[in-house]
C-alpha cells in the first residue's frame, strides 16, 4: 500500500507527491480523467509513483486531496471516511460560482468539506502557498532559512499526523487552531499567498511565476494573529 495517496493531479498535489517521494514515500495518483491519463506525470515522478483511481488513492496511509472545490462532491460516499485528509481547497467564486454557506461566512471552507465528505480526518494544509513555491522553499530540518506552513484540524491526532508529514517535507509546520479558524490563512488574508512572494506587490498576471522568499514561523504566526477575516462573499479571484 502507498503511504501517500494524491487525489488531485493539478500543481499542488503534483509538487506535494514529488517531495514525498524525494523523502522517501511511496505515492499513488488519481484524478478525474482516470489513470490512463497520468502516464506521463507518474513517469517523471519515478518509479515510486503509481497512477491508480480515487479509491486506490484513498486506501494509501495519508490522502492529500486537491481538486476543486465542487469536485469534492462528485467522490464516492465514503471514499474518505475515516481517513485523514490534508485538504488543500480554497474557494474562488469566478471558479466556484456563488455557494452561500461560504458567502455567508456560516462555515470555512474547510468545515463545508468535512461536511461534504462525512467522517474524514481533516486538517486544512498547503493551501496557502503557490505550487512552484512548494519545491522552492522545501529546506532540510534546521535550516535557517526554513519557511512554515499553517495547519488546522477539529482532530488533534491528525493534524500531529499532517504536521510530521509537512516536516519530513521541508516546512516548518504551525498550528493555527481549529476547522472554524482557518479563515486566517484563506484567499486573501494575511497568511495567504503573497506572504510567501519574495516581491509581495508582484502583479496578479505575474503571480504564477513569481520567486518566493522564505517565511519563517515567527513571521507566520505574527501574520495568523494579525489577521482580519475577508469578506468572502467580495472575493473576485
Known amino acids: 500500500m502507498a503511504t501517500l495517496g494524491i487525489i488531485g493531479s493539478g500543481n499542488i498535489g503534483s509538487a506535494v507527491a514529488r517531495l514525498a517521494i524525494g523523502c522517501g514515500e511511496t505515492v499513488v495518483v ?11 506525470l507518474v513517469a517523471d515522478l519515478g518509479p515510486s509513483a503509481s497512477a491508480g483511481t480515487a479509491d486506490q488513492a484513498a486506501a494509501a496511509a495519508l490522502v492529500v486531496l486537491s481538486v476543486p472545490l465542487l469536485a469534492i462532491q462528485s467522490l464516492p460516499s465514503g471514499l474518505l471516511k475515516d481517513k485523514i485528509v490534508l485538504d488543500t481547497t480554497n474557494y474562488y467564486p469566478s471558479r466556484d460560482g ?25 486538517v486544512k494544509a498547503f493551501n496557502n502557498i503557490l505550487a512552484h513555491h512548494i519545491p522552492q522553499l522545501a529546506r532540510p530540518a534546521g535550516a535557517a532559512d ?19 508529514l509537512i516536516e519530513r517535507l521541508g516546512f516548518d509546520a504551525i498550528d493555527a487552531g481549529s476547522l472554524s479558524e482557518s479563515w486566517q490563512f484563506e484567499p486573501e488574508a494575511k497568511a495567504y499567498t503573497r506572504t510567501y512572494l ?22 507566520l504566526r505574527s501574520a495568523l494573529a494579525s489577521a482580519t477575516r475577508v469578506r468572502v462573499a467580495d472575493r473576485v479571484f
Open 198 to 219: 519574495a516581491d509581495p506587490e508582484t502583479p496578479v498576471e505575474r503571480i504564477l511565476e513569481a520567486p518566493g522568499t522564505p517565511v519563517s514561523a515567527d513571521r
Open 146 to 164: 526554513r519557511t512554515a506552513l499553517p495547519v488546522a484540524s477539529d482532530d488533534d491526532h491528525a493534524k500531529a499526523v499532517a504536521v510530521e
Open 98 to 122: 456563488r455557494v452561500a454557506e461560504l458567502d455567508s461566512e456560516e462555515r470555512t471552507t474547510s468545515q463545508l468539506v468535512l461536511d461534504w465528505l462525512g467522517e474524514a480526518r481533516l
Open 30 to 40: 488519481a484524478n478525474s480523467r482516470g489513470p490512463e491519463t497520468l502516464g506521463e
